[in-house]
């Protein structure tokens, strides 16, 4: 099992950046893929990036490429979200999970199953 924590969250201004952190511990860290998720009130959870064990592996949706960046240093057994020209409607909790790798990428929540308890990003106009 591999246990998640978030951190990096906040309040800011539109335009601006902020990297969110994921901090691993349990098992190896990495024999996972990880993945970041956000959730915006009533509304459904989302999927934002995925990286593979292998760091040159990455996958984005659509609302996001060309902003945000995932990375892991599977040294510090951490996973970054590195969010640039941030947006109101960015604003949402931000989970990282994790699920064993296997072939492919996975954008959908039910294909994690260790999930981190989330932090607040608020971007304002």
């Known amino acids: 099992q591999v246990q998640l924590v978030e951190s990096g969250g906040g309040l800011v201004q539109a335009g601006v950046s902020l990297r969110l952190s994921c901090a691993a511990s349990g098992d190896t860290f990495g024999t996972y893929d990880m993945g970041w998720f956000r959730q915006a009130p009533e509304k459904e959870r989302e999927f934002v990036a995925t990286i593979k064990w292998r760091s040159d592996n990455t996958y984005y949706a659509d609302s996001v490429k060309g902003r945000f960046t995932i990375s892991r240093d599977n040294a510090k057994n951490t996973v970054y979200l590195q969010m640039n020209s941030l947006k109101p409607e960015d604003t949402a909790v931000y989970y990282c999970?994790?699920?064993?790798?296997?072939?492919?990428?996975?954008?959908?929540?039910?294909?994690?199953?260790?999930w981190g308890q989330g932090t607040q990003v608020t971007v304002s106009s």
């Open positions: 999970a994790a699920r064993r790798t296997r072939i492919g990428y996975a954008n959908s929540a039910a294909a994690y199953g260790y």
